[in-house]
Nanobody, 123 residues
Framework: QVQLVESGGGLVQAGGSLRLSCAASGGTFSYYTMGWFRQAPGKEREFVGAIMWTGHRTYYADSVKGRFAISRDNGKNTVYLQMNSLKPEDTAVYYC????????????????WGQGTQVTVSS
């Protein structure tokens, strides 16, 4: 099972940008669909987006489409979440996750999870 470690979270003003990274180890990274989820206080964990292991196709939740972008570097076993035009409602703990399902988007599709990194967007 792959191990995942997120980094890059922090405090940013509304309208700003952050890039999260997720480093993987212990598995064949290039064969996993990698997803990003987030969980705000008092809310359920929600899907943000994912990048497939075949063709590197990406797909996103409507709430972040056009503002967030996911990419991956298989040579570095790392997936990235570039977040632009951040809003206070983007404040959450962000998690990366790995799935052997090509078009995974449900939490239950992902078998490996990182510990999360806090993103706080001030107004």
């Amino acid at each position: 099972q792959v191990q995942l470690v997120e980094s890059g979270g922090g405090l940013v003003q509304a309208g700003g940008s952050l890039r999260l990274s997720c480093a993987a180890s212990g598995g064949t990274f290039s064969y996993y669909t990698m997803g990003w989820f987030r969980q705000a206080p008092g809310k359920e964990r929600e899907f943000v987006g994912a990048i497939m292991w075949t063709g590197h196709r990406t797909y996103y939740a409507d709430s972040v489409k056009g503002r967030f972008a996911i990419s991956r570097d298989n040579g570095k076993n790392t997936v990235y979440l570039q977040m632009n035009s951040l809003k206070p409602e983007d404040t959450a703990v962000y998690y990366c996750a790995a799935s052997s399902i090509n078009s995974a988007f449900k939490s239950s599709d992902f078998g490996s999870w990182g510990q999360g990194t806090q993103v706080t967007v001030s107004s």
